[in-house]
């Protein structure tokens, strides 16, 4: 893999001797560090970006957006570095901009229910912000991503049954265009049809249209009661019946999350979890009032019990809870343990609900003919789901065996309507699949990404080719 | 007021001949039609277009847009004809799309509780075709609304506080862009982060980027029970800080909606009321289970009496409970009934929750110094409310002095982080506006329009002048 740089060497340094003038410290030119900005938290390898930035404000975002701007240079908005698309690969040079000095919470209007953020806030360091005001920001895909980062890519995770998507939570942005124009999005504002709605179209526009610099959200109250409880099943097909049943009562389910047999042996390995079998498992989570969490838990026991499912393991306290959600976080790390010096690639397939048990029976199929190590992992009140691939990344016939089984398990998530990527985005990876899902649509995805950036110079090579 | 037409007669006279031959008399010139297309349910005035065509398909569309785009002849989608803010008028001339015949039902998911329907339906019909279902679509702006149109225009109304408002409704569709080409966005999963989100770009985008031809619909089911009760206070400001706490309580109310005395009395000789009295009165529906919904009237009674509300009355019945929703829809009507021969200007601002108080009191007071009559009435469970203003169309100087009011109001309402629309859309009245609340940002939204239709040939004229 070699970055193809639309910009000359003397151009180049013209920007970074500009740019340290103006920055003095806050750029770094060192291998290490950029190579630690030249990929996420997956299996696309290494590109590392030509220097690395570390702003304070829209301000000088925009200046370094518009000095790029003029010589053509790429510019690749960092976060936490979590992504696991490819997002941060320097697929063509250029300038990495590293929000973490932007870390500010820059209000909470708690009898709103709304805050405003710096891109480079992390989602624990929001939640701790937010602790006395009885609020929490609910949106939670496992790693301790940025607000910025998690807007760019449309993340959400494991409450997103409940409260959403990133969609959702985003209520207004601050971001930077191609040209270095500041620019603010929505309002706070429940609602509003004030025109076109630029803070959607960019969340998740996977920084190809703008810098996301700050955020508007909106928060939760921290509800009165919460349980937790985890259900093992004799099959995947008797936990995802559960699953689906109880979507379609529309039992108001906070979490609700499906490990497989091999993933649960992987996490009880990895987490060290006690009293867990390694059988199909659901690990759910219940928010309300006292009384309407006693109708949830009393609906959901009915059914799994209709579906075989074990007595719930209740996690007794708050402590117990967090390690239950640790585990599950966990869950990648764990399989990645399955197997020495392994790498793992996911799938990330969402379908609607009434295909579900179809699509991952047809996945679990899959994975089998294969004869690749695989665990799966799911979201299953959205139908969404990961298949997480066990790979030695040196064996080249393995890795195309994964790249075969990824490609059918997104082929059948489009049969059934469903979408190729349900929280992590396109990326580097998935390109091709976006042309079959979305087609003649893409045409206009482009003309706008054109009129936006005429240069090409945010983060290009993602979403699609030019 | 005058159409500036961008096309001459003759290229005007070769595209409806041409249409002619391909769609017979579902082309129609007459004055009387054209007149009926020229603007919507609002104190715009009357633009009509030079022609009305009736499509049967996507297919259709598409061949109508391309031909108008040859020729640059603008075309204006037309659902219901209940826009309210001279989204219809033929500022350029040009021809209407009505999509009255486009009104199937395409597929009802039952089990996924979503459905497919062409734009031509509306909200009612399909309430209608989901009953056997037990499932329901929420949004309701008062008219029976073709679904289309409420997907362009964004509405929303008096069920939004639960469940949100067409951006959360939709979650695919169908469009025809400027070129002629038919697009399909989204997907029926739940969630997705595939690439530009042009299903949330295009609604509220009025028709100035795409005609949109197809919606794909997230359903709720029709809840257990539903309770409709109506509580009167002493004092607007009472009403609303009952309000601001039920919604910081986060009370799940389906409805919340307030109506000012002056807008009481109107209802009740309107709608011929009993038993009502002319004073700030809260209209409210809770649904969920049975214990749920006792759980929120025991709360919501609890606040209502701490400001001083009167005992809940309550609609004993379904039949009791849509008379008092037909009252509440028809305050519109009732408002102009207050005066002969007059008009309603509407305005249609939206605060944070917090800011509602100090914004209706300072809308009132303003009202009250304007001299003109004004009712009130919101979705105030989403900080959302319209000051209708009562003129006669004739008395010119009466009029600016109603636009100088709803100046006010919106002026009131950006300064306190608010929008100058929460549900009725730009059209042609407040593009003004739009400029104050998004600034720079809206150089974003034209460079996109430019790029989607580089003939402004969709809808021109809304929005914003290019």
Redesign the interface.
Known sequence: MRAIKPYSQADLNRVINELATTLGDRINLSPAVRAQHGGGDDSYGNLPPDAVVYPFSNEEIAQIVALCNKYKIPVIPFGAGSSVEGHLLAVKGGISIDLSEMNQVIEI?A????CRVQAGVTREALNKALRYDGLFFPIDPGANASIGGMAA????GTN?VKYG?M??AVIGLTAI?AAG?????G????????????T??L???EGT?AVISEVQLRL??IPDTIKAAVCSFESVAAAVDTV?NAM?M?IPMARIELLNGLQMQACIQYSKLEGFEAKPTLFMEFHG?E??VA?QVAQLEDICREFGGSAFKWAENTEQRNELWKARHNAYHATQQLQANSKVLTT?V?????KLAKSILQAEQDAHASQLPCTLVGHVG???YHLLIVIDPTDHAQVARAKQLSAQVVDT?LKL??????????GVG?KD??KV?????????K??????DPKNIMNPGK??DL
Request: glycine share 8%; hydrophobic share 35%; net charge negative.
């Open positions: 209007n009898a709103d229910m709304d890519t449309q993340a959400s997103a998507t969609k959702d265009t124009d500041i620019i603010k999005t309002s706070r504002a429940r609602k509003s049809a004030a025109g076109y709605d630029l959607q179209l969340v998740g526009s249209l939760h109250p689906i379609q529309a009032s009384s309407s109708e990330d969402c379908v609607p609900i009434s959205d139908g969404n998530a309507g469903g979408t190729c990527t349900g929280e992590h985005g396109i998935k699949y976006l899902e979305h087609a003649t649509a893409i045409n206009m995805m003309a706008i990404k054109m009129a936006l979403i699609f």
